[in-house]
């Protein structure tokens, strides 16, 4: 006799609506935003990031946040500053 | 109201079983298989429709309702009754300080440890003795299991893709233990916790595996909290984390014959979890080379004693507790309680 199974998994939702931004050609003139997670050397691996993205471009600024935890999300409010100020941002975990 | 989700006809019971294989939903070892009659009254048992939200990972992006807990559930074995404890655990694990998405993806390896408190564990038959980390009792292996299901197939914790310990431990295929409250002299977690002794309650924990704390010779308090403050005390989990300290009967009777209470025993045993900077360097759990002060420079485990979280639990013979360090390595994930309804 056969059976009928449920399916036991949830699936991510769809981010209706969202928008990814705007592809930037090169940086230069442009704000570059650091997003460091937290991890210990985040810091030395955005500063490598940092030199060689500088030394290829004139960069106008460099925004760096450090996020207080690894596990947890970007506060909303850093996000939201990084979206405005930046024309690109760079995240690394490091460890 | 009907039920959502996809149906899958399969030829039979042990073809059913394959297909969980097949389409990669199992834990690793054989699941019951979810018929629409189970999961329905599974629903009936816990008074939840099937589209009651129960947790939403933002992260993730997953919204789990009454009816994929319910699913999950039968699949790993449990009995309709236990789905009251299930769903206050995925509440708990939804509490944003227990921080889901870190702990289920963290190469830290964590499980959730579940404990349950007050009547119900009797009622559900849950051990709290003998061997109560270990096999045999139905309540326990499956509210476990259904967490990990939940986690596997709910929240895509896969092993490699959104999981990705380096190790992991044993209790992730299943964690869960009721505290032995007839043998706590003190009060129970839940009441530690703030809810009322005739409450039910459920504690969620991102936990590593439990570090045997074995105290036979001593025969005084004295010796029973040098021991586990030492194991508490040792490199390889040493954090300012949370810690759980599940108490076994035999060295309970020896604290409190000698006239140990549970804020006393805390406050022991955060004295003396610690460790120079010096250690912790040496052991490569700081960064950097040992320092002129180091030597001298104590780091305690938890921020205080209130960080060490006591439970009673284990068979009436042997000097054997146990410590269960937390995942987080400080506030990152904090243990939670919930009434159980």
Request: with cysteine; hydrophobic share 40%.
């Amino acid at each position: 006799m056969t059976i009928k199974i449920l399916d036991p998994t949830v699936s991510a939702e769809e981010t209706a609506g969202a928008v990814v931004a705007k592809r930037v050609g090169d940086l230069d003139g442009k704000v570059l935003g650091l997003l460091h997670n937290g991890k210990v050397n985040a810091d030395r691996l955005l500063d490598l990031v940092r030199e060689q993205l500088g030394a290829r471009y004139r960069l106008r600024d460099v925004v760096m946040i450090r996020k207080d935890s690894a596990s947890r999300v970007a506060d909303a409010s850093d996000l939201d500053r990084l979206a405005r100020e930046c024309d690109a941002v760079v995240t690394a975990i490091g460890d | 109201m009907t039920l959502r989700a996809a149906e899958h006809e399969v030829a039979g019971w042990a073809e059913a079983v394959e297909a969980y294989y097949e389409r990669g939903w199992t834990d690793g070892l054989p699941v019951v298989p979810a018929t629409a009659e189970a999961v329905q009254a599974f629903l009936d048992a816990a008074g939840r429709k099937p589209d009651d939200v129960v947790l939403r990972e933002a992260t993730r992006r997953r919204t789990i309702t009454a009816e994929k807990v319910a699913i999950n559930a039968v699949m790993a074995g449990c009995r309709p009754e236990y789905m009251p404890v299930l769903l206050a655990a995925l509440e708990a694990m939804a509490e944003p300080r227990f921080t889901l998405h870190g702990a289920i993806t963290s190469t830290g390896g964590s499980a959730t440890l579940v404990v349950v408190n007050g009547p119900i564990r009797k009622r559900l038959g849950l051990n709290a003795g003998g061997n109560v980390f270990g096999p045999g009792r139905r309540a326990n292996a499956t509210i476990g299991r259904a967490v990990r299901l939940i986690t596997l197939n709910c929240l895509g914790a896969l092993p490699g893709l959104l999981d990705r310990s380096t190790q992991g431990h044993p209790g992730k295929y299943t964690y869960c233990i009721a505290e032995l409250e007839e043998e706590n002299p003190w009060t129970p977690l839940h009441v530690d916790r703030g809810l009322p002794r005739e409450a039910s309650a459920v504690t969620v924990y991102a936990a590593e595996s439990p570090h045997n704390v074995l105290s036979h010779y001593g025969e005084s308090a004295e010796a029973v909290v040098v021991a586990i403050a030492d194991t508490m005390a040792s490199l390889g989990s040493f954090s300012p984390g949370e810690s759980f300290v599940v108490l076994a009967p035999e060295h309970v009777q020896i604290l409190a014959r000698d006239g140990w209470t549970k804020p006393s025993i805390r406050e022991a045993l955060y004295a003396r979890a610690r460790r120079t900077r010096a250690d912790l360097k040496r052991g490569g759990k700081l960064a950097g080379a040992v320092e002129p002060g180091d030597d001298t420079a104590w780091v305690h485990r938890g921020h205080g004693p209130e960080d060490i979280h006591i439970v009673v639990a284990g068979g009436g013979a042997g000097g054997h507790s146990a410590f269960i360090p937390s995942w987080s390595r400080d506030r990152n994930s904090l243990s939670v309680t919930k009434e159980i309804r």
